[in-house]
């Protein structure tokens, strides 16, 4: 039976560790969440990232604006946010509304203080092997993979989806911790075969049960990045769960997989960016 990699429990975990972190700095960790408009999924997002904080007893700045917000005043709360001292990091949920954008923002954000490692010198150091700030969704694939123990070193993987937020930083890690990596997008041919030669697949698609069991190799570690919302109201990954489950040595659920990792490790990132400001990292 396939090892259910479980991102509740490994948060839960990661836990004691972050707090006693937190605790030994002078000052809470600052956070400061950015969410434009009245995008219901957003909102959920924002919501959870806001709670976790609150329970590890960060100083937050909440800032939910209105959706048509210019960009000129989000510019220029991102510079006050950039210039405040109890703020270590500063997270602007995506996506953004249209007449935003989005490259011109993050790329604003001090990159001491990108805690979602989306700006330019965040990602350039990612990809020369040397990280500072991680994409918190990919950086929680890892910790799932190290967990499960899944030997990465040496291993094929094949990441779908090639967004600047899952996909890339993703390919990146996984290289850097040794395995050969093949990045898929919506242009590569013949899709299942590829997926087939894979010891490790991660699904970063945003299409339901897009990844078939019949595609995986037998024995392969599935990282399911997908949270997509049915008509029914249920919610689904981008692996078909069902038929992926006999064939795979170990699968993240959905929910309850990556996506409380990714929470976890924005957690991670603000204390880690606390840390390095206190002159304590
Ligand atoms: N929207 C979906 N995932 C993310 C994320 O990791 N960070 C931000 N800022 N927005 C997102």
Redesign the pocket.
């Known amino acids: 039976m396939a090892q259910l990699l479980d991102g509740r429990a490994l948060s839960c975990q990661l836990g004691p560790a972050l707090r006693s972190r937190v605790a030994a700095l002078h000052r809470p960790p600052g956070l400061a969440v950015i969410h434009l408009g009245d995008d219901p999924a ?1 909102a959920i ?1 924002v919501n959870s990232k806001r709670k976790r904080a609150a329970r590890l007893g960060f100083f937050q700045r909440s800032l939910t604006i209105s959706a048509d917000t210019t960009q000129a005043d989000l510019l220029a709360l991102v510079a006050d946010l950039n210039g405040d001292d109890a703020i270590d990091g500063i ?5 953004l509304p249209a007449q935003i954008d989005a490259t011109t923002v993050l790329d604003a954000i001090r990159p001491d203080k990108d805690v ?1 490692g ?1 700006h330019p010198r965040n990602v350039g150091l990612l990809s020369q092997g040397r990280p500072r700030f991680v ?3 990919a950086r929680g694939c890892m910790a799932l993979l190290a967990q499960s123990q899944v030997a990465v070193c040496g291993a094929s993987a094949v990441v779908i989806g090639r967004s600047n ?1 899952v996909g890339r930083p993703m390919a990146m890690l996984l290289e850097k911790a040794n395995a050969t990596v093949t990045l898929c997008h919506s242009r590569t041919r013949d899709l299942p075969d590829l997926v087939a030669q894979a010891d490790i697949v991660v699904a970063a698609v945003g299409r339901p049960r897009f990844v078939q069991g019949s595609w995986l190799k037998q024995g392969a570690v599935v990282i399911d990045v997908g949270i997509n919302r049915l008509e029914d109201g249920g919610l689904v990954g981008d692996v078909d769960f069902a038929s992926a489950l006999p064939r795979c040595a170990a699968i993240t659920p959905v929910p309850g997989g990556v996506g409380p990792m ?1 929470i976890t490790m ?1 957690m991670h990132n603000t204390v880690d960016s606390a840390e390095r400001r206190q002159g304590r990292g």
């Open positions: 957003s997002y997270l602007i949920q995506l996506p979602d989306f994409a918190c969704t937020i990714t924005l």
